[in-house]
């Protein structure tokens, strides 16, 4: 049996169908910068309060860059929604449409999370390490705590908001969907919650 | 005062119990510690279907399936009202939404605010009625007046508080009575009498009453407009393996019939923590096993007349799919149909978006409902993409 070759006229055509091609996948590259561009604009009003490329530099305000883009939305649904509140974010997150909501999730879940500002002390560590493990913070929040679907991103979250954030859930006054945060932070004292602020806002 | 902590703690030793684990993970082994599988979130702003490859969805030959409509956040229970209103819940939101159509053109409209999780519509004689998380309420006259909806009136309130499975369905009994249910308050755990239930309450005095016991948690149930028998699905627990228990489709023939949660799973499986307690032969066996971990959810009876006569008085059943499985299987719509000697036949009916079983996600879409239109088309709701379909027929 002969071996299956490409005939030339073949190789030709296929040839002419990728040079055409060419400026078809040109054109479509275009256009998606040209998505990133608008969505990193529309951005800027974010980035004011929240850092550039969403990495926060006010202990109070958190970080977005990196956080998994379905927590992103639908914490600005949310926001929208009334259910959860803030002063700054709840007129800002009033005025947004679905779409909008979108680009702020796939901009700021394409930034790169810059490496914590925030050292933890080395003799915090491992009781830090313990109380995080009790408390089954990676079951939701993943392995390496980086968040999944519309879970967040606590590595390397600003500490002065994963305070606030405990001390509000424990309080039963922090926004919560399903309940398991507000359950969940009933264990904790004071002390465990300024270990564990302490403790992840200085992973990587 | 408050309890020092004691002496001989290490540093920074918690002083109080943790909290269990998060609900979804409850029963998991130790082995299972480090499993990567977790349910799968809805996308809250909906994806327009513009983005999505809905052309890729499959119904038989001779079938039509279209987007509905788009932009409808969290779609999940559907119910249609008597001028044609199509009433919309959710589970993780606290609206209830109204899609009108007005001439092929849909509109949407936030009918209802801050309820809370309003995942069960039902609709009867001018009434709609919402299941939230703890209590059953009726909004009468609402379709001549959704931008102006009245305020509620309570048939029961105090319903559990409850981790896992606290979203309800409802359906319309031949006898006038809503039947509902109430999940079991975690994966496996030991429930109260008023859970893992079908209960029923007559809307017209507000009384209760046990239906069926041992049911983990159904959110789909109909009755068979011949037989005037309830039929519903019922997810069974996670974290027992890849290919087992199976969720399971039922007919209670009695009030009162147990179906064996958490003693005996799929009628044949003593559960390996409860089972001990109990006998798999006192309870109910099911009438047809769906699949492992595939989420049966909403079922109608079709009672329209578009859809060829094989189908009629057949169940359309919508499978959300598996999460707690490497290798994901469902998110299809099925139908069931029941031969002449009372033996069930499942077959795919609506099929395209799971992608890759071993991807996270594995699929684009998640069927949670089925209702039949007045035109017999059959609508389908997808709460990941807060999308509907419509599916019709023509010769």
């Known amino acids: 049996m002969t071996r299956t070759r490409f005939a030339p006229r073949r190789v030709a055509a296929l040839l002419i169908a990728a040079a055409a091609s060419l400026p078809l996948l040109a054109c479509a590259r275009a256009a998606v910068a040209a998505d990133a561009e608008a969505q990193r604009q529309k951005a800027q009003t974010c980035i004011a309060c929240h850092g550039p490329q969403g990495n926060s530099t006010n202990p109070a305000i958190p970080s977005l860059a990196g956080q998994p883009k379905q927590f992103i939305t639908t914490q600005l649904v949310m926001f929208r929604e009334g259910r959860r509140k803030d002063a700054q974010m709840s007129p800002l997150a009033a005025k947004l449409g679905n779409a909008d909501i979108d680009d702020f999730g796939t901009y700021f879940s394409a930034q790169k999370p810059a490496p914590p500002a925030h050292r933890t002390a080395p003799d915090k560590i491992a009781a830090s390490q313990r109380l995080a493990e009790q408390n089954h913070c990676v079951s939701c929040h993943g392995p390496e705590l980086k968040g999944q679907q519309h879970i967040p991103r606590l590595a390397g979250q600003q500490s002065a908001y994963l305070r606030a954030q405990l001390r509000g859930f424990k309080a039963s006054t922090r926004f919560d969907m399903d309940g398991q945060m507000t359950s969940a932070a009933q264990a904790l004292s004071d002390a465990d919650i300024e270990l564990l602020a302490d403790y992840l806002s200085g992973l990587p | ?395």
């Open chain 2, 1 to 395: 005062m408050k309890e020092p902590a004691p002496a001989l703690a290490p540093p920074g030793a918690q002083t109080a119990p943790a909290a269990p684990p998060p609900s979804w993970q409850q029963g998991r082994s130790a082995e299972q510690a480090k499993s990567p599988l977790h349910p799968i979130a809805p996308i809250l702003t909906g994806r327009p279907a513009s983005e999505l490859a809905h052309d890729k969805l499959k119904v038989p030959p001779g079938f039509k399936v279209e987007v509905w409509v788009d932009g409808l956040p969290e779609a999940r229970s559907m119910a249609l009202g008597d001028k044609g209103t199509v009433f919309v819940g959710n589970r993780n939101l606290s609206d209830v939404y109204a899609v009108i159509d007005k001439g092929g053109k849909r509109e949407i409209k936030k009918i209802l605010k801050g309820l809370a999780s309003p995942n069960g519509v039902l609709f009867n004689k001018g009434t709609l009625f919402v299941a939230e998380k703890n209590r059953i309420v009726r909004y009468d006259g609402i379709e001549d007046r959704l931008d102006n909806p009245p305020e509620p009136k309570v048939i029961i309130d105090g319903l559990p508080e409850q981790p896992g499975h606290f979203w309800k369905v409802m359906t319309l009994g031949p006898d006038g009575k809503i039947y509902f249910n109430v999940g079991a308050p975690g994966n496996i755990v030991m429930p109260s009498y008023i859970q893992a239930a079908i209960l029923r309450v007559d809307p017209k005095t507000g009384k209760m009453e046990d239906y069926a016991q041992g049911v983990r948690q159904s959110v789909g149930m109909a009755f068979n407009p011949k037989t005037k028998q309830l039929w519903f699905t019922s997810n069974n627990r996670d974290w027992l393996g890849e290919d087992g228990p199976s969720d399971i489709l039922q007919v209670v023939k009695r009030k009162g019939e147990h179906f064996g949660y958490p003693y005996c799973h799929q009628g044949d499986t003593p559960d390996p923590e409860f089972g001990k307690y109990r006998s798999c032969s006192e309870f109910t066996p099911p009438t047809l096993k769906l699949g492992a971990h595939i989420a049966p959810l909403g079922m109608r009876f079709y009672t329209g007349k578009m859809f060829p006569a094989e189908y009629h008085n057949t169940m359309f059943i919508a499978q959300h799919g598996s999460w707690n499985k490497t290798v994901k299987q469902g998110y299809n719509v099925i139908n069931v149909s029941v031969d002449a000697s009372g033996k069930p036949k499942s077959k795919v009916f609506l099929e395209g978006f799971l992608t890759d079983p071993k991807a996270d996600p594995p699929m684009w879409g998640r069927p949670v409902d089925v209702l039949v239109m007045r035109d017999g088309a059959l609508l389908v709701s997808d709460d990941y993409n807060g999308i509907i379909y419509r599916v019709s027929y023509k010769k």
